[in-house]
């Protein structure tokens, strides 16, 4: 009987049923949350699957939230009435499941941040695909403006170029670029405050 369960224990929880294939994925490099009347705004930047090496291209931004393509990156834009609302309404537009378990920052623009970052950091705490090492920056004026416009050439997207800056400025000693379990845990302590750079 032992060995008759062990097999069917074997046999049912067997096999890839949650499996992801990689070129089912859209890989998430940074995210941008904007405030726009009552309306949210998420934009993405997706790290390109066929780009190969840079001369950094160029690309234009046009509104209405369609995708279009500049450097190594595809950025794309979903509005809707919550942040959740916003992120499906993004999603939908990609040919692929966006993946956000490797993002390497998320960009709060500065009407967000006005309105309260409460919003935002339930959204992520709250989604179990976000780690808390995503770092986390504010951006004077919409956010979304730096995804597309404020992108360097030396890394393949901005979430690279956020990570690096990050390193040379603790090393320096100019600053600091927290980490959302960091502020998340700034603003559960005594003081209840946090400090978040500008970009």
């Excluded at 790290?47 to 794309?76: E, M, T, Y």
């Excluded at 090492?133 to 997207?157: C, H, M, Y």
Aim: net charge positive.
């Amino acid at each position: 009987a032992l060995g008759f369960v062990c097999l069917l224990i074997a046999v049912i929880t067997g096999g890839c049923w949650d499996r992801r294939e990689i070129n089912q994925l859209a890989f998430v490099s940074s995210i941008a949350a904007d405030l726009e009347g009552e309306q949210r705004l998420i934009t993405g930047e997706i790290v390109h699957p066929v780009a190969g090496g840079g001369d950094g291209g160029a690309g234009g931004a046009n509104g209405g939230g369609k995708a279009f393509s500049q450097r190594q990156a595809l950025i794309s834009s979903g509005r809707g009435e919550t942040l959740l609302a916003a992120g499906r309404a993004w999603t939908l537009k990609l040919p692929r499941r966006a993946y956000i378990a490797h993002t390497s920052a998320v960009l709060v623009g500065e009407e967000m941040a006005r309105h309260g970052l409460r919003e935002v950091l339930s959204h992520i705490d709250r989604n179990p695909e976000f780690r808390r090492t995503t770092l986390i920056v504010l951006t004077r004026g919409p956010a979304r403006d730096i995804l597309v416009k404020a992108q360097g050439e030396l890394e393949s997207s901005l979430g690279n170029e956020i990570q690096g800056i990050k390193k040379w400025v603790q090393l320096s000693g100019y600053g600091f670029i927290p980490d959302i379990h960091q502020v998340l845990r700034d603003l559960s302590g005594a003081a209840i405050t946090t400090i978040l750079p500008l970009v």
